[in-house]
């Protein structure tokens, strides 16, 4: 198990993108809006399109994710990252694939180590996709930042409920459910100096409208990345304290929602 991560640097935001495929109405561009409604993301008309991220040099990437999406269970991707030669071709050095493992709209896909590369290109192909085409809202593609230690074990996972409930005279209940959003509360006990000033500088990109990525265990399996991340508003529930004196330890508590 490796320490949590949080992705707050997302090159998508500001690099050059370009979709192999896309709606005039729905263009890749719409990947730099924060909210994830598929109104407002990319659309590729077709079970099957590329998107690069590039024009960043000395990019680091190492977690890429695909969120609010209509992609079936079936659904694959390949994520590549490479550089321009000389010669105006593209060096790979990094060529993965394998199946998306989407659960709850999202696939989640973090590298070994961070890799520097210029650009990324990531497939994305769902044959199966009852839609005929692709939505895709919101991607992060970029680092991970790692604490030197993990956050604390009394941390909670939890949800929110958009839901309509009218009860009739005879008692019975009509319910409507509008929507779901999952959350973490992440208390962190253990914060180095070092790692309280990167903080610091994540929450002041949340503040400014820009989801963060947080993934519980880099380390995990595809398909628990895919079911345990999140992505979406962070926010300090706490000040940071120093509980412990002269120690390098600082304790604060994050409040992370899932982008809607």
């Not at 992440?186 to 100096?193: E, P, T």
């Not at 820009?210 to 979406?232: C, E, H």
Request: with cysteine; aromatic share 8%; charged share 15%.
């Amino acid at each position: 198990m490796e320490n949590c991560g949080f992705g707050w640097q997302n090159r998508v935001l500001d690099a050059t993108l370009a979709a192999s495929a896309q709606v005039g109405s729905l263009p890749v561009s719409n990947l730099r809006i924060p909210q994830g409604a598929p109104s407002l993301g990319w659309r590729a008309p077709a079970t099957s399109a590329v998107l690069t991220v590039s024009g960043v040099p000395g990019a680091q990437w190492r977690a890429f994710s695909l969120h609010r999406t209509n992609l079936s269970a079936s659904a694959t991707w390949r994520i590549r990252t490479g550089s321009v030669n000389s010669w105006w071709g593209i060096d790979w050095h990094t060529d993965w694939s394998g199946p998306c493992n989407e659960a709850n709209g999202q696939c989640v896909h973090v590298l070994p180590s961070t890799v520097t590369d210029e650009r990324c290109e990531i497939t994305i192909t769902d044959t199966a996709n009852p839609d005929g085409y692709l939505d895709i809202p919101l991607v992060y593609a970029g680092p991970l930042f790692q604490p030197v230690r993990n956050y604390s074990t009394s941390s909670t996972f939890g949800r929110t409920l958009g839901q309509d409930s009218v009860t009739s005279l005879g008692g019975q209940e009509f319910t409507s459910t509008r929507w779901y959003q999952r959350k973490y509360t992440i208390s962190h006990q253990s914060l180095g100096d070092a790692d309280a000033a990167v903080l610091d500088q994540i929450l002041l990109a949340a503040a400014a409208d820009r989801n963060i990525l947080f993934v519980p265990d880099p380390s995990a399996d595809p398909a628990t990345l895919a079911a345990k991340a999140l992505y979406g508003r962070l926010s300090a529930g706490s000040d940071l304290s120093n509980p412990f004196g002269a120690a390098d330890r600082h304790e604060i508590s994050l409040t992370l929602t899932e982008r809607l």
